[in-house]
């Protein structure tokens, strides 16, 4: 992993209008920057805003404000088909549910193929067929599958079309939305093997987004933690599960069942509570350790930074 | 301890245009009074069937149980007719189903939906149904319980919603809860509160529950007993530290295997190769066989016994036998045995903290 940042999200804001006066605003001002080669885990609860992070970063939707930079060029401004088309090219998304996600009425290669043929990847059909296979066969499907419909495969085998068809185009970044949340177990860790190592081989950024904390402190190099539409927390993977600091994030972590019936015995659930922050400014996002950010306010940082120094 | 519920060789199909798929194979398991049944296995491995086969809900046609026994009461519910099962559904056992979402009735309001078994099953007056729907509001911990019942479903958010499927599953005091995948489609701190909740009732209740689940964080957490099931069977049955500490079946080894722990230096899950078998022509031997690492020619001949680990301890696997070669579990899986050991620390911190707030 380089420290060069491949990815950097500035002050970005989503609204959307629900009624004539109400606004809700899922993404409400969050920065933070993906490196080259790096998994970085998006987690929260449902309606935190993660998956609208997400989109907005690829353009699914119109940002409301902030920025997006993407290898130092700003995403949102792009214009002009061309420019678009390339930077589509790069930046590719797994979704969640992988029955939603594939046109039911396309095959398996014409669904694999459309990138290729959007982006002028291959010349004739022959090349086409060669790719999709070779394809199917990275991402440990049978060649003989191109040409079926996806209704004749399990949840685990359409996530891995939907890898294909986002590989398909050479991307160097992707987008991973809940890519595992809609899979059984065995299946959830044979995607999550697969995923590790396409990165190890093609050099892929990573942005995994979920509500799985095991899943993604298992696949993440870093991870950024969200509520309400900010992020509260950003840290190592490491870092974050040995000294989450913030509130929630302590709380979140306190939740999650471990499959250990000893250890389950006795967790103790730590609830969270928004009304014992110190209101007295508006917080901000503060560096407390090298490379472990938290949002709060001054008060609370000389208190959080006491607690680390005691722990 | 005293047994509730008995289930004997039970089976299960469903007649479909492409064959009959045999969803559950010969299932065997009883369920004592107070404790917890947790059902693991893979969807399509027959854990939903069952349970619905418990509450006489398997729809007919296309489903029908085919043999085997449900004993409860002393009476064999597979041999009920429909109304006489009708009185014990709802009374005796009561089901929490999965998707809050979907298993209230939208158009009717929440008091109402409560008050319904109530006055079916307690012959309750209205006035009186209320008083105890407002009761058991107030027991799921829903806030302000006088105004909450005269609201709709769309008016709760979606753990609020299961609080009162929870409700409206206790309202005849049950001696039987079926919990089909409750919190599955919660977020982790609402499943904590539920599953806090559910642990709490049952003590209050005595109730027996049979939780089916998928996620063995969930399962460590609220199961006394643990029955792994696959292709529809059950392939190891035990108490919930035989499961997690001890387990016996290589499908268990899988499942443990493919959950990541919170502890760092993993390098790889073990995944489980492989997909489950197509149960219209269920494999020869042991079904589990295909996608078995450590598969043994009568594997593929014959289908294995319940092998006696210890008394509480069963597991369907030919390795158990007395002339097959000992194997041990995969390193990464013992290896997380001992790693368990380390998140204990990770939990006392939790405790300290938890004592603080």
């Given amino acids: 992993m380089s420290q060069e940042k491949l990815l950097e999200v500035k002050n970005l804001k989503q609204y959307f209008k629900t009624g004539r006066h109400s606004i809700v605003k899922a993404v409400d001002g969050i920065t933070f920057d993906i490196k080259k080669g790096e998994t970085f885990g998006l987690v929260g609860e449902s309606g935190c805003g993660k998956s609208t992070t997400g989109r907005t970063i690829i353009r699914l939707y119109d940002a409301t404000d902030g920025e997006v930079l993407f290898n130092g060029e700003d995403v949102h401004n792009k214009k002009s088909k061309t420019d678009l088309k390339k930077f589509n090219r790069k930046m590719q998304m797994i979704f969640q549910d992988p029955y939603a996600s594939l046109n039911p009425r396309m095959t398996v290669k014409e669904i694999i193929s459309e990138g290729l043929d959007i982006h002028g990847l291959v010349k004739d059909d022959k090349e086409r067929t060669a790719r999709v296979r070779e394809l199917l066969e990275t991402v440990g499907l049978n060649k003989e599958h191109a040409n079926r419909y996806p209704h004749e495969f399990s949840g685990g085998q359409r996530q891995r079309i939907g890898i294909a068809r986002a590989l398909a185009v050479e991307p160097e970044f992707i987008i991973a939305d809940e890519p595992i949340s809609a899979l059984d177990v065995s299946i959830q860790a044979q995607v999550v093997n697969l995923m590790k190592e396409l990165q190890k081989e093609h050099g892929l950024t990573y942005l995994f987004i979920a509500h799985d904390l095991s899943m993604v402190k298992y696949i993440s190099d870093r991870i950024g933690v969200m509520y309400f539409g900010k992020m509260v927390e950003l840290a190592g993977s490491d870092e974050l599960y040995k000294n989450p600091i913030h509130p929630y994030t302590k709380s979140l972590l306190s939740a999650i069942p471990l499959p250990d019936p000893d250890y389950e015995r006795s967790r103790k659930r730590i609830a969270y509570d928004p009304a014992t922050h110190d209101t007295s400014e508006e917080p901000e996002f503060r560096e407390i350790r090298p490379d472990h950010w938290v949002l709060c306010t001054t008060k609370e940082f000389e208190q959080y930074k006491a607690d680390l120094e005691n722990k | 301890m005293e047994k509730i519920l008995e289930v004997k060789d039970l089976k299960v199909t469903f007649d479909t245009y492409g064959g009959s798929v045999q969803a559950v194979r010969g299932v065997n398991f009883d369920l004592r009074k107070g404790e917890t049944l947790a059902i693991v296995g893979e969807s399509g491995s027959g854990k939903s069937v069952t349970t619905k086969a418990l509450m006489g809900l398997i729809p007919n046609p296309p489903g029908r149980i085919e043999s085997g026994e449900i004993l ?286």
């Avoid at chain 2, 149960?279 to 593929?300: Q, S």
């Fill in chain 2, 72 to 357: 409860f009461d002393g009476k064999d519910l597979t041999k009920l007719k429909d109304k006489e099962m009708s009185k014990i559904r709802g009374r005796d056992i009561s089901m929490i189903f999965q998707d809050p979402m979907t298993s209230l009735n939208p158009t009717m309001k929440v008091g109402n939906q409560i008050m319904e078994g109530l006055i079916k099953h307690q012959k309750m007056g209205k006035a009186k149904a209320k008083e105890r729907a407002i009761e058991l509001l107030e027991l799921v911990g829903i806030p302000n319980p006088k105004e909450r019942i005269e609201q709709y479903p769309h008016q709760f958010s979606g753990g609020m919603r299961q609080r009162v499927v929870i409700a409206i599953a206790l309202a005849c005091n049950p001696k039987i809860l079926l919990a089909d995948e409750p919190t599955t489609a919660l977020d982790v701190t609402i499943q904590a509160q539920i599953l806090e909740l559910m642990k709490d009732l049952q003590q209050k209740t005595d109730a027996s529950i049979i939780f089916i689940t998928h996620d063995l964080g969930v399962v460590a957490n609220v199961a006394d007993r643990v029955a792994v099931m696959y292709a529809g069977k059950i392939v190891e049955i035990g108490t919930v530290d035989d499961i997690f500490y001890n387990p016996k079946h290589p499908y268990t080894w899988g499942l443990l295997g493919s959950m990541p722990t919170l502890d760092s230096g993993e390098d790889q899950l073990i995944a489980i190769p492989g997909t489950p078998p197509d149960l219209i022509h269920p494999p020869v031997g042991d079904a589990f066989a295909p996608r078995n690492p450590y598969v043994m020619k009568i594997d593929t001949e014959m289908e294995p016994p319940m092998f006696k680990v210890s008394d509480t301890h069963y597991a369907a696997t030919w390795l158990l036998h007395e002339d097959a070669p000992k194997v041990e579990p995969p390193a990464a899986v013992k290896r997380r045995m001992q790693g368990f050991a380390k998140t204990g620390e990770l939990a006392e911190e939790f405790i300290e903290k938890g004592d603080e707030s």
